[in-house]
């Protein structure tokens, strides 16, 4: 080799080591919406992590990450095509909004002014409402390492004041998938964002989560009523089934004799973290699949996250490569704001000023062991 072509080499390796540390990222139809409108399926590949997320949504439609022996499988709920998605499903994958989780009776008062939304859950609103950011097809375009997602919801939007503008980008790194939020409004109004994953660390469709051992560090949780919307109270979880903040196999104490997980068939409540601090990553929770060998460490900058055992889940949705979803298959960690803030005045405020700006992190962090 000559000098030249040595220096050229020597020259050349960092370079390709760059290469491989970026995230691949590549882009294919993924079927039409029955009004024609175009969906995208975008593929995010960083080493043996890989991450789909369509335009639909902006969903989360696949992420495949390595077992303890290397092996990978796709470890989130969901579907094969986007007709499953555009049926009756329980929110899988999907970003949530306006307002992620439960308002009470559908109505919240702002700044004197009262507004009604959509009922959707009961008496209740639901994840943004009958058409919330689930429902809708994003514009998106490829960044650095991923993918964002951008959507306007115009002043009134399922009864919500103010046009808001909201970005969701994912990224993929080595450890796994950052989501990072933004939104801004010409209207004050309320935010609540939040991606709605279904994990199944064994594999999706392999078993329930019962097994897994769950870490939430939380010392507080917010008991609900009869409806699962918040009483106010911010209970502690020592001496109760809710108390996680020592790794607990998810299954030792979800069917115990206690009125909450009677009120919500399981654990479906918001857990009040002990680090939250706006701005600033910390870990909210762990989770450990104990034959895979899998580890899902959650981090986040919100007050809350709300750990949902799938309790509704029943066994007549059938998802990837037919795929049953029976009761527990998976469960959820949705960091957000606290459910049904608006009606709440000592909760964490998720009001949204015109000037503004609506910003939050999320980072689903995967290991073995």
């Known amino acids: 080799m000559t000098w030249k072509a040595t220096v050229a080499f020597i020259l050349a390796i960092p370079m390709a080591l760059s290469a491989q540390s970026h995230t691949q990222v590549s882009k294919q139809a993924f079927g039409k919406m029955p009004d024609g409108t175009a969906v995208e399926l975008y593929t995010l590949k960083h080493g043996a992590i890989e991450a789909q997320v369509m335009t639909y949504g902006a969903t989360v439609v696949s992420l495949r990450v390595p077992d303890r022996t290397g092996k990978v499988a796709d470890v989130v709920l969901g579907f094969d095509s986007l007709d499953g998605y555009l049926g009756k499903e329980p929110f899988f994958g999907a970003i949530v909004g306006r307002y992620a989780n439960r308002i009470a009776h559908g109505k919240f008062t702002l700044n004197g002014k009262e507004y009604t939304l959509p009922k959707n859950d009961g008496e209740n609103s639901l994840h943004g409402g009958t058409k919330g950011f689930d429902k809708v097809v994003w514009k998106a375009h490829e960044v650095p390492n991923g993918v964002e997602f951008t959507y306007a919801s115009p002043d009134g939007d399922q009864g919500y004041p103010g046009t808001l503008t909201a970005t969701v980008r994912y990224t993929l790194a080595d450890k796994g998938l950052r989501i990072e939020y933004d939104a801004t409004t010409d209207k004050p109004t309320v935010v609540n964002l939040s991606n709605h994953s279904y994990f199944n660390l064994a594999g999706e469709g392999n078993g329930d989560i019962l ?11 917010t008991p609900v009523d009869a409806t699962l919307i918040p009483t106010g109270e911010l209970a502690p979880v020592e001496g ?95 960091t957000q704001h606290f459910p049904d803030s608006p009606n709440h005045p000592s909760f964490p405020s998720t009001e949204l000023k015109p000037g503004g700006r609506y910003h939050t992190v999320t980072v689903f962090e995967f290991s073995s062991r």
């Open 211 to 221: 097994s897994d051992e769950m870490q939430i560090n939380a010392s507080r949780y």
């Open 240 to 334: 109760t089934p809710f108390d996680f903040r020592k790794a607990t196999v998810v299954g030792a104490r979800i069917n115990a004799d206690n009125e909450q997980l009677k009120r919500a068939g399981g654990y479906d409540h918001n857990w009040v973290l002990d680090s939250s601090k706006a701005g600033h990553l910390s870990e909210a929770a762990v989770v450990y699949e104990p034959k895979s060998g899998r580890v899902l460490r959650v981090m986040t900058d919100q007050p809350g996250v709300q750990f949902y055992s799938g309790n509704f889940l029943d066994g007549t949705i059938k998802g990837k490569s037919g795929h049953v979803y029976g009761k527990r298959s998976a469960l959820c960690l949705e």
